[in-house]
């Protein structure tokens, strides 16, 4: 006969319940920001420093975060090829919130220092704290199967071979969509060589490049202010070392602002080109948020043009307005296709809205976020936006077409339309550019962050005939 069940004395220890401990303050905001870019289509660059502002997280706990949620934006198509493969099942079939945290976990074992150990131990009492033991088991499971093997195994297996499908093989093992990663090699054309350089371009964090207002001060005075580097190609660039350039005096008085160096020579390249007879009436068609517009202004400025900016956006027209302050800028809120205003500017910049597959490195989200069918609503709406342009420019005048995408259907294809259909002919880009070199074939201009170290601008300069 069994006998009454015994209590522990007091003091005496029983059956331990295991305790879960929640994740540590790095990891928790990135993994609060892996759910807001999976749930509500947030941007990494903009929510991280937010949220680490707001917790009062620091140093290397908000440099590991920054880390952790980067990174893990960046490679997720690899992570979840891996994670598919480790757990046998599509990670379509996985809860959104425990993919996030295996995403999370499998990053810290395949990119980082982290020792393996504490990358599972912590997903999985993470796990086990938003759902249950028997999730917590399947992410104890997926992330210990994944840890046996290091990501040069796990591409191995996975990745198409470079012999039967290159661009295939190169597109896996740099994280990048494979319609991506061809539209790169079609950009390319006979340098396509360079795509392995391109893709794995993506994935370094771009210097901030500062730009000094034409008058108010030179490059090499922004430079000495703020123990930057002289910009190789816009004689207006600086590169900052580090830090926060908003808090830099020249930046809070308006005598630089900070901007992309490919950004620079845009719209320094419009007002370059040969206008005969220009009266100084420009136009900025696509402002929003308002650098080139800035840029253009102080340019324009000196030669007593005045500038005319065009967003559609409220919000965005606001932006222009706010950097263009004291430039004597006019700020209209329209849509470029029907602004409303009088043709006859001498020079204009259409810098369209784009894909920004040339500024993949600055979002880090964005290369699994944009589509293939994203490229023809976007590549139509260029087309009218160039041909509004055009009908805004008197014969002589010139327009600049620019976008922040190498893809052949947002550059070569929309002004080869604008070619066979409007009065206008190619002036050669590559020009209006100068320093700068290996900027492709001409007559347009294509920059490459491995080449130039800027984003991937593309440029073509039209004269209105």
């Known amino acids: 006969m069994t006998g009454p069940t015994r209590r522990p004395h007091r003091g005496q220890a029983g059956p331990r319940k295991t305790q879960r401990k929640p994740l540590d303050p790095a990891r928790r905001a990135a993994f609060d920001v892996l ?3 999976t749930e509500r ?13 707001e917790r009062r997280i620091t140093g290397r706990d908000a440099a590991f975060a920054t880390e952790l949620t980067y990174g893990t934006c960046r490679v997720r198509g690899l992570l979840d090829a891996i994670i598919s493969a480790a757990a046998q099942r599509s990670t379509d079939t996985i809860d959104p919130v425990l993919l996030d945290l295996l995403r999370l976990g499998s990053y810290q074992l395949l990119r ?9 131990s912590t997903t999985v009492d993470q796990a086990a704290i938003e759902f249950d033991s028997a999730r917590a088991g399947f992410v104890n499971g997926v992330l210990r199967t994944i840890s046996g093997r290091d990501e040069h195994s796990w591409t191995a297996e996975l990745a198409p071979t470079a012999d039967s499908d290159p661009i295939g093989h ?32 993506d994935d370094e964090r771009p210097r901030v490049h500062l730009a000094a207002r034409p008058g108010a001060l030179t490059a090499a005075e922004l430079a000495a202010a703020v123990d930057g580097d002289v910009g190789r190609y816009s004689p207006y660039a600086v590169y900052l070392p580090g ?17 992309d160096e490919g950004s620079q020579l845009v719209a320094r390249a419009l007002t370059l080109a040969p206008v005969e007879g220009d009266t100084g009436r420009w136009l900025d068609l696509c402002a929003g948020p308002g650098g080139k517009t800035a840029l253009l202004a102080a340019l324009g400025g000196q030669v007593g ?11 965005r027209a606001a932006m222009v307005a706010d950097n263009t302050r004291g430039l004597g800028v006019e700020v209209l809120t329209a849509d470029g296709r029907d602004s409303g205003l009088q043709p006859g500017f001498d020079r204009v910049l259409v810098d369209v809205p784009c894909t920004g597959l040339g500024a993949l490195r600055r979002r880090p989200e964005a290369r699994w976020r944009r589509q293939p069918g994203d490229i023809p609503v976007l590549a139509k709406l260029q087309r009218e936006l160039l041909a509004a342009a055009i009908a ?7 327009v600049l077409y620019a976008t922040c995408s190498p893809h052949l259907s947002e550059t070569v294809g929309v002004v080869a339309d604008a070619l066979r259909r409007q009065p206008v002919r190619t002036l050669d880009t590559r ?8 900027l492709g074939d001409g007559p347009y201009v294509q920059l490459w962050p491995h080449r130039h170290g800027t984003d991937a601008m593309f440029a073509a300069a039209l004269q209105v005939i």
Not at 112 to 120: G, I, S, Y
Not at 305 to 315: G, K
Not at 392 to 398: C, M
Not at 431 to 438: G, H, T, V
């Open 170 to 201: 190169a597109a896996f093992v740099r994280a990048h969509p494979r319609w991506i990663a061809q539209a790169f090699a079609d950009a390319l054309g006979a340098a396509a060589g360079e795509l392995d350089a391109v893709l794995a371009g």
């Open 112 to 120: 980082t220092r982290v020792e393996p150990h504490a990358a599972v």
């Open 41 to 53: 289509d947030a941007y990494a660059n903009l929510a991280l420093p937010a949220l680490l502002a």
């Open 35 to 37: 759910r807001a870019v």
């Open 392 to 398: 805004l420019t008197r014969p002589g005048g010139v």
């Open 431 to 438: 020009e209006l550019f100068a320093p700068a070199d290996m």
């Open 305 to 315: 043009a005045r500038v005319t900016a065009v967003e559609q956006a409220p919000h």
């Open 243 to 259: 830090g926060d350039p908003g808090q830099l005096d020249a930046v809070r008085t308006r005598q630089a602002l900070v901007q």
